[in-house]
């Protein structure tokens, strides 16, 4: 039995889609109008990692999240660079599928854009409009917050709490246009030369918060599973959508909402964005680092818990994945002279087994991918003790190199690619094989050195020489 942490009740609940087998998940995509940071990328990580897992329990997962190709930030980026706003958008669109696909991070069902679904945006808000609870003013169209009570039960907060606090801001330009100044825009009237469509009310774009309602209700239905992203979505963005969403449709907009915490830098655990300058682009990070390593980085953490991102926390990730990646390299190698099978073959099977057992129990509650390694460093110890034995079986070592693949694939460690070796390096190999056959061990060992030194390690075992890149 799976179990999430409900933003919506505060409270881990029993997880039980609409549709048994299938779950409908709707996640807040990026505002492409830069290359995305660690921070957007730990929210696209963490969602990865959870539909992997539901995959994994034989569910069935549809999978949605958007790019806000429309935006004062994508409008300011044309402006600085020369190009359209469809230029940026589409450009940084590109570099966000480059990185998440070095990243490992699975395709969604649907990446939905504000440009192509305006039409669809421009009814939902006519709807809003025509139910009494949006209203238009000066050619922007406002939702009436108040004229939905419950708003405020995502982000426990009151009506009354956010009135009070919106009594003490300093007035803006856009509240002198609103009945309340706790409403918020669904379409806002363009300025000069902006890009715009036409809409009832003016030539104009939609606020932020209603593209999200828009896509999720138009792809997976009025009611879906699990909304996530980031937790600073929870209010206002995320409480918006519900207002809206629910007043338009009249039912429950999302069952299930989950959202991740932050990464921070530094000793004061600041939280990462670009709005404080603290922030680390993927685009350049995985130029210097295995991509790999810096998904395990982020997919290993429980999804709920802060991330400090730091030199040693990448280390310890580096020499992880190596370790994991070296146990599996080790099983495959030991496949080639591996005996048909043993006697014990079905209580190591078993073994096994009851680890996969203990990783589901970890997993389903809440998706504790940290509890959940722990277990899987336990496999690997396990096989590594395993790979010790004179004689090991193929039936083993197939049953687990099949279940490590699943396992660790949710997380996107993959096993490490073997590389061909280049003629000198072989040759090398190759003399000091001969030269342990000669007993001639001094040759032998400096070659050993002087491959260490080119980066490939070298590693003797009774069924002969492995190597590896260090």
């Known amino acids: ?40 990328a730990r929210s696209t990580v963490s969602f990865d990692t959870i539909r992997r897992y539901l995959e994994y329990r034989g569910y069935q997962v549809n999978f949605v999240s958007n790019f806000t190709d429309v935006d004062d930030k994508i409008i300011n980026a044309a402006k600085q660079t020369g190009l359209t706003p469809q230029e940026v958008s589409q450009k940084y669109i590109q570099a966000f599928y480059q990185d998440t696909d070095a ?12 440009m192509e679904n305006m039409d669809d945006i421009i009814d939902f808000i006519q709807d809003l409009v025509d139910k009494g609870v949006a209203y238009e003013s000066q050619g922007d169209v406002y939702f009436r917050t108040e004229s939905f009570p419950q708003y405020g039960k995502l982000s426990d907060q009151s009506i009354q709490d956010l009135r009070i606090g919106a009594s003490q801001r300093t007035e803006s330009q856009d509240d002198a246009k609103k009945e309340s100044p706790l409403d918020f825009a669904l379409w806002k009237a363009a300025k ?21 309602s828009v896509m999720a209700t138009k792809y997976l239905g009025d009611t879906i599973d699990i909304h996530g992203g980031g937790q600073d979505l929870a ?22 909402w989950m959202h991740n915490a932050f990464v921070t830098m530094g000793d004061d655990g600041e939280k990462m964005s670009k709005s404080l300058g603290n922030f680390v682009l993927v685009h350049d990070l995985i130029k210097t680092i295995d991509p790999q390593v810096l998904r ?10 802060p991330l400090l991102f730091n030199e040693a926390a990448l ?34 099977i078993e073994s096994f087994k009851n680890l996969e057992k203990q990783f589901q129990e970890e997993m389903d509650d809440d998706i504790n991918a940290a509890n959940g390694m722990t277990v ?14 004179e004689e090991v079986s193929k039936v083993v070592l197939e049953f687990v190199l099949q279940m490590a693949g699943q396992l660790f694939g949710i997380f996107g460690v ?24 000669e007993k001639n061990f001094q040759r032998s060992d400096d070659i050993r050195d002087h491959l260490k030194e080119q980066g490939i390690i070298l590693e003797d075992t009774p069924q002969g020489t492995r190597w590896r890149r260090s």
């Not at 998940?25 to 995305?36: F, R």
Request: proline share 5%; with cysteine.
């Open 414 to 437: 993959l096993e490490e690619k073997e590389e061909l070796l280049d003629q000198e390096i072989q040759d090398l190999i190759d003399q000091r094989l001969a030269a342990r056959a």
């Open 235 to 256: 209010f206002p963005h995320h409480e918006n959508e519900i207002a809206q969403s629910e007043s338009k449709t009249g039912h429950p907009f999302a069952h299930y």
């Open 1 to 40: 039995m799976i179990r999430i942490y409900n933003t919506l009740s505060r409270q881990k609940e029993e997880f039980v889609p609409i549709v048994p087998g299938q779950v409908s998940m709707y996640v807040c995509g990026p505002t492409v109008y830069n290359y995305i940071h660690i921070g957007n």
């Open 315 to 348: 280390a310890e990730a580096q020499a992880n994945v190596t370790k994991i990646q070296t146990s599996l390299k080790k099983a495959r190698y030991r496949l080639e002279t591996a005996q048909a099978s043993l006697a014990d073959d079905q209580t190591l």
């Open 103 to 114: 990243l490992n991070i699975k395709k969604a069902s649907k990446n939905p854009t504000v």
């Open 376 to 389: 899987l460093y336990q496999l690997i110890k396990e096989l590594n003790l395993y790979l010790e034995r």
């Open 296 to 305: 395990f980085f982020l997919a290993s953490a429980h999804y709920r818990r």
């Open 192 to 212: 000069a030369d902006e890009i715009s469509w036409d809409s009832p009310w003016s030539k104009g774009r939609p606020g932020w918060h209603i593209e999200c």
